[in-house]
């Protein structure tokens, strides 16, 4: 069975930094596309970065050079590295894994079959 498990969410302030890690098994990362998504309070989930399952990489523009997205495949970990946090990016944080469309990796939520319990993140200003 697929699972994956996320964790490494916490408060911080504005400007600091955290990582997510996104533990996971029951599949192999070349067969598959993995991503973060987030869910704000009253707002739609919304794919923050993903890697496809050829490696290559897509970051949501309003975290573009402050998020960075990395997998460790030989270990079936994924991690995302958030510095410079603002208040916006207070959301509830899940990695998710998608094969159909995994050379892609799809923006919409609705593409990904497989999600994990999801990681609070609380940036306070």
């Known amino acids: 069975d697929v699972q994956l498990q996320a964790s490494g969410g916490g408060l911080v302030q504005a400007g600091g930094s955290l990582r997510l890690s996104c533990a996971a098994s029951?599949?192999?990362?070349?067969?598959?596309?993995i991503g973060w998504f987030r869910q704000a309070p009253g707002k739609e989930r919304e794919r923050v970065a993903c890697?496809?399952?050829?490696?290559?990489?897509y970051v949501t523009d309003s975290v573009k050079g402050r998020f960075t997205i990395s997998s460790e495949n030989a270990n079936n970990m994924m991690y995302l590295q958030m510095n410079n946090l603002k208040p916006e990016d207070t959301a509830v944080y899940y990695c998710?894994?998608?094969?159909?469309?995994?050379?892609?990796?799809?923006?919409?939520?609705?593409?990904?079959?497989?999600w994990g319990q999801g990681t609070l993140v609380t940036v306070s200003s």
């Open positions: 998710a894994t998608d094969r159909t469309y995994a050379a892609y990796c799809a923006v919409v939520p609705v593409a990904y079959k497989h």
């Open positions: 890697i496809s399952d050829d490696g290559s990489t």
């Open positions: 029951g599949f192999r990362f070349d067969d598959y596309a």
